[in-house]
């Protein structure tokens, strides 16, 4: 037996990383896709293993472990189920801190000798000092020590930690957030859970000073009592923002096949997360949606009043009817406010009772002064401003070029939210043709980097933004 | 007065339209989207009318109606409100069919000289035999009669009619729902419904051969007992789908803003459609959605269960929990039944029991072999495969290129469809990464051509599901 296993904080920070069933071809995709992202991260000690091959993605490739010179911390896996236990007698005898098994077809499939391995394995790594990621997922992406698992990920990180047992859901949170401005602290898709699993997690990012607020993607939990516990504890000391999987009885049927993953009743688990302090979300989409709010919307909002300014008929009715029924409310503005707004407004076409519509919204100089006087208005807690790309009203009807409409808007966003103190959100709506789309990406970028939070729809907005406020009003 | 007015088959089909307010500089973007639209869809008889000019995009450019040497039944206008007045009496002497004002800042402005001035047009209109549709929308949009007011619309006609009272959404679902195959008889945008109104649309569409189905966003009605009459009366002969503005107290404050439009309450509403025989959906996402399912979950299905096959143990999990949150079903499969999906699929890391999860669906043969033996059992009603577009499973996990995948899976999924007899549905997880996104896209495209319906999400097809067999079990 080993003395001390290592820590969390030293598994996420490995001094090298052994790739374990690289191939150059490509005939093991994972095993490509990882290296070819830690070469992208600038990873110093990338040690692809494959005894077939002496080079690898123009790296050394060594036929064992045991053949690498340097330190190697953390082991990444993608070979099959029955290479297992002979591999991690090598690992123990390389002295490693983890061992990442991106393989499946362990206990999750059914059969029992498969079930008895995983046992093997943890047996094998209580005696060799080192832990076990998985199996059956995707393992670390930790952007502040270079462990980037795929180079389309973001290489700098960020304040949310997030804990998957999908690896599809874990690449997929980094991946679809990246263009929104979300950034990571430590990502961990942990699989099986054979070893570290969600209490452990839950409890290091709790701790974790590099991290600001928690994710989370759950099908099962092993130990009901010991789960409350550690959720308990970590939402109390940060915010806590759960998706789970299994909710449903097909659903959580899904969850065994998946991760081995017993889900608790839908019920149990709403009771658990409501008690604990933890929000609930109803899929990946709104985990993604309630973390651009608690990072963009800032600063957070002090009530429900929302303010929506833009052009659009359309999305002004939606605007009201969403927020609405997200419980947000849309202040009517006085006699004495739309008056205000009339001033700098033309008439035709206009609403001017919030949601502000007005045709020349379409110009940099009038979003300017509506978005500062509705921002100076005592009963509004919070402004979004949104904008379309329809090829009929793209950049102020075709007046200006992108960055000549966006520039100015973005500086008077800016100012808003600074003498305000009230967060600007923005919701930008998708475009139906090839061009609108790359300029509706483009926007979402720009918008992104000032640091506002983008949404794409008035739905996704108001959901999101109910989410936050119950978050803080009840202190979650 | 004119004996008889014309009739919306003869407004449908114009023998000459006019685009009052043109501007080369694009100065009226509107008018200047609307000559192009015309210009694409090869319309034999277009006439710019603007004093100021004599061409306007390679066009002769008329000074006033009168002008025009041709027949004139359709007037497009886009000038200011006060001209409204003068430019009706031109028509009433050119002889025209139909006005239709894209101008707005009428009675929908709240300035009761306004709601005068539309009471003024429609004397006119009715004393000049000719109809007014709008003001303050986009007007019609008739593939069929070469009708096409934007350039990036299709130009080929299809079987849904489209009544909406705002201009943005009658040209979102256009946009938004071409790249998924939806396609249109008639769509007409009818803003402050100052003449040519819901009733009048609905009992139209009703009748109309060229429509199979009707698509309705109403902000209000003007008339509740007329308009149940004409909504019982359209829905005892064709499916009928509204999406509702104006459902809550902020969105109802806005139609009046918007269309001048007093909301009806919304649980009077609900009542109406379900007495009726109406689907209300919540957003235009679903009233897209649902319309996809109509016209390409062909044939309907029978009953409530699902099979779902493809890679990806989240996506699987979340398609359990969201088609049986949807109140469909995953019927779990036999021992027999899973036994025979085992022959042919490898076991490591897969689900057997439905959804049907296997790392090697990744290849066209196993999903041809896969799809159909799920259409061969019983208790499933429908099919649906999905397709994930990150870069680690792409085509096949690289083995193949996007046609040599999707020829053969395209061949397969409607060889099922057609000797099972159940709908075959196709779910793609947009991609993280720009190329990726380009080849979501095209492959969602090569999909719809082929007369799949194509989903985003897990919850969008599951709630479009839901929707039509609700639509067929009630008859709706």
Partial sequence: MVEKMPSLDEIFSPRGIAVVGVSPSGSNPFATIVVKGLLAGKYPAIYPVNPKYTEVDGLKCYPSLEAIPGVVDHVIVAISAQAALTLLDECA???????HFFTAGFRESGIAERAALEKAMLAKAKAGGFRIVGPNCVGLYVPKSRVIIDAIMPTEPGPIGFLSQSGGHAQDLVYLGAPRGLRFSKVISYGNALDIDECELLGYFANDPETGIIAAYLEGVKNGRRFLAALRRAASRKPVVIYKGGMTGAGSRTTQGHTASLATGAATFRAVCRQCGALLVEDLDELN????????????????GIAVAGGGGGPSVSASDEFEKAGLSLPRLSVEQQAQLRQVLPNAGAIFTNPIDANNLAAPEAIDVTMRILGSFPQIDMLLYHLGFHPIGRWGEGRFSAPEFLQPVIESLRKVRQSSGKPVLVALRP???AEGFQEFLAAQQTFAAAGFPVFHSMRQAARAMSYLI???????
């Fill in 93 to 99: 005898a390389k002295g490693v801190r983890s061992v």
């Fill in 289 to 304: 949606d309630v973390l651009v709010a608690w990072c963009f919307a800032t600063p957070h909002p002090r009530g429900k």
């Fill in 431 to 433: 475009a139906p043709d």
């Fill in 470 to 476: 119950d978050m803080r009003e009840k202190q979650f």
